[in-house]
């Protein structure tokens, strides 16, 4: 119960974070002052209309959609200015936003006629020269997300973020003269999400406003290839996409064109004043029921879980006195295996190995097996033999050789192993002629394979296994050259104890073997890791690691 009421902490405090990040505003960066466009002096008219200008630039104005523009002096003197808000920010945060970023950006670049800054939520601009509907793309930020794209689908991914952005680009321009926004969301050919805004300052025309986004959307393609996100933003017009969701979802600007005698002076068209806080009333009931029905879908989604996972012990025993294959069904007669490999003929001999000679036999039934015929005593009793041949017989992975059986008459102790066509990974690897069938697409799906096949034997078989032999000549091909493990579970049956960490008898193959198995008889799951770290590297040069 510890373990599942920390996990539902876990899930809860990131999900608070998503939540949080979600809100997060762009990103902020140091303002552009542009020198070129020369200083004013202390106490000068163009200070004083300067600062006239930032403090009537939103209080002259009840239009809402957060765009302003203000312009005053005379001759040299004059003093314009442009804030723009994100198209998702309300009206209070966005005079906050301006506010903070007129006090700061005065300071930030002193007397300097002409700077801009994208500031969090909202964007300010002022200069002595005109710049109310002229298009300027020169960029003034643009950042990268620092996730990556998964790596077969970069360009799919580029060519997602295009059509969403050329869409919403064409959304925008046409988006009227007091506001071109748009934000939406497309889902990515690997079925994830992918949110993205656009935005220009809307006194551009349509036109301008298109060529705007359209230089922001192919601006320096390398710069954030393979990463999920960017956000670029340019003089007049930003862009942003990004994995997760980054606005708000606002409601449509609905220029409501009517006209109402309240409307102010400048222009005929408002937002009713009521209706911004109907909005966050609505949006603040659905946020909460979305939240509470989040919450208890995660509690149930915990508590299935949990309910799963705490009853699996006897659903476990239940399946494996299925799975487990009866002594009877798995012992042969030795005459039964001494037919089928011809009497352990030589020509029937496939190889040595550490533990006795292989040999290719086919029995009664038509099916091909490979017999071990093991030549050291195994050193421990008939009934343990037995019992540790099940053990091992239960192992059953498609990437380990799977063992069918055993024998035991006599002196004699054969196990039985599926037969595997295309012998082992050393005589392809290492022979200069066959080594040609191995394209890196045939290696990468051998890697995969070993990897699967030895994560099965360390974490998720019943019985944890170390191999500690783990060489080429261990990993058999089959018809489609997939690679099986073979000779595992061989320190079972031969009492070489699996959970003491150190052991006087070392089995192993030099070149392969970690360094304190190979000095101290100390092995675990990492000195398995490393014969396969030495494994993979051969694999991918084709060189034997004893004769560089
Ligand atoms: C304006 O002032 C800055 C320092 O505040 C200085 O670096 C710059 O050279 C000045 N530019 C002009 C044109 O005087
Ligand atoms: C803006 O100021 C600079 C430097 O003082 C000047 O060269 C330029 O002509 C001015 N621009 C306008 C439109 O007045
Ligand atoms: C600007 O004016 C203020 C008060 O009018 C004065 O205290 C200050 O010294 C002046 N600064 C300069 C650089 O002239
Ligand atoms: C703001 O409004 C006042 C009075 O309506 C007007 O005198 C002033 O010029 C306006 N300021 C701007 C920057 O438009
Ligand atoms: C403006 O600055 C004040 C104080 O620095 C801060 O409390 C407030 O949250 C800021 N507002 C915005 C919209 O950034
Ligand atoms: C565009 O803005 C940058 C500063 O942000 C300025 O240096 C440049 O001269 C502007 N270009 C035009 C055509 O106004
Ligand atoms: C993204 O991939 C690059 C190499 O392609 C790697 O250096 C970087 O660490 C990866 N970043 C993340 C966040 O995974
Ligand atoms: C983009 O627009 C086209 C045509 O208007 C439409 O068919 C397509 O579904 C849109 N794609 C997205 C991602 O919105
Ligand atoms: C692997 O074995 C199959 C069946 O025996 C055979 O058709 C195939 O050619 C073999 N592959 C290689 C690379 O030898
Ligand atoms: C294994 O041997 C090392 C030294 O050879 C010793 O420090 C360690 O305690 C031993 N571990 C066990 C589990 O016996």
Request: with cysteine.
């Amino acid at each position: 119960m510890a373990l599942v009421s920390s996990r539902l902490l876990f899930l809860l405090s990131a999900i608070l974070i998503l939540i949080q990040a979600s809100a997060l505003p762009a990103p902020l960066l140091p303002p552009t002052c542009n020198n070129n466009n020369g200083n004013y002096t202390s106490n000068s008219t163009y200070e004083k209309n300067l600062n006239q200008v930032l403090y009537s630039l939103y209080s002259n104005t009840t239009i809402d959609y957060g765009f302003y523009y203000s312009s005053y002096g005379q001759n040299s003197d004059q003093v314009y200015a442009i804030g723009l808000c994100g198209g998702d920010v309300n009206p209070d945060d966005c005079r906050g936003c301006l506010t903070n970023c007129s006090t700061l950006l005065t300071q930030l670049c002193p007397n300097q006629k002409e700077a801009i800054w994208w500031y969090s939520q909202c964007m300010l601009r002022y200069s002595n020269r005109s710049i109310f509907g002229i298009m300027n793309s020169t960029i003034q930020v643009d950042l990268c997300n620092n996730e990556n794209v998964s790596a077969n689908y970069v360009d799919q991914y580029n060519d997602d973020v295009h059509i969403l952005l050329n869409n919403l680009t064409s959304e925008a321009a046409a988006g009227g003269s007091l506001r071109k926004y748009a934000a939406g969301s497309a889902i990515t050919t690997d079925f994830k999400k992918l949110y993205a805004l656009v935005q220009c300052t809307p006194d551009l025309s349509e036109q301008d406003c298109t060529n705007c986004l359209l230089i922001a959307i192919a601006a320096y393609p390398q710069y954030c290839a393979g990463k999920v996100g960017r956000s670029v933003l340019l003089t007049s017009c930003k862009i942003r996409y990004e994995d997760y969701s980054f606005f708000h979802s606002t409601t449509a600007p609905a220029p409501s064109s009517t006209n109402t005698t309240t409307s102010p002076p400048l222009t005929n068209t408002t937002t009713t004043a009521e209706g911004n806080p109907r909005n966050t009333l609505w949006m603040v009931i659905i946020i909460v029921v979305a939240s509470v029905a989040f919450v208890v879908l995660i509690v149930s989604i915990c508590i299935c879980v949990y309910l799963r996972v705490s009853s699996p012990r006897e659903k476990a025993a239940e399946n494996i006195d299925e799975e487990i294959p009866s002594v009877e069904s798995l012992q042969f007669d030795f005459s039964t295996i001494s037919a089928a490999t011809d009497d352990f003929s030589e020509a029937n001999k496939l190889g040595q190995g550490g533990f006795g000679a292989v040999y290719k036999g086919t029995l009664y039934n038509g099916q091909d097996v490979a017999v071990k015929r093991l030549s050291t005593n195994s050193g421990q009793g008939d009934l343990e033999f037995k019992n540790e041949v099940l053990l091992v017989a239960k192992l059953q992975h498609r990437n380990l050789v799977r063992l069918l059986g055993f024998c035991m008459e006599r002196n004699e102790r054969l196990l039985i192993y599926e037969f595997v066509p295309n012998t082992s990974l050393d005589h392809f690897l290492f022979d200069p002629i066959k080594r040609v069938h191995l394209n890196w697409e045939k290696r990468y799906k051998i890697i995969g394979g070993i990897a699967r096949g030895l994560l099965y034997l360390h974490e998720d078989s019943r019985l944890r296994i170390i191999h500690r032999d783990l060489k080429a000549s261990n990993i058999l091909l089959d018809e489609e050259m997939n690679a099986k493990i073979s000779d595992f579970g061989m320190a079972k049956l031969f009492l070489l104890d699996q959970t003491q960490s150190n052991t006087s008898r070392i089995v192993g193959t030099y070149g392969y073997m970690a360094p304190e198995y190979a000095m101290h008889g100390q092995f675990s799951v990492k000195s398995d890791v490393f014969s396969f770290g030495v494994l993979v590297l051969e694999i991918v040069c084709g060189q034997r690691n004893n004769c560089f």
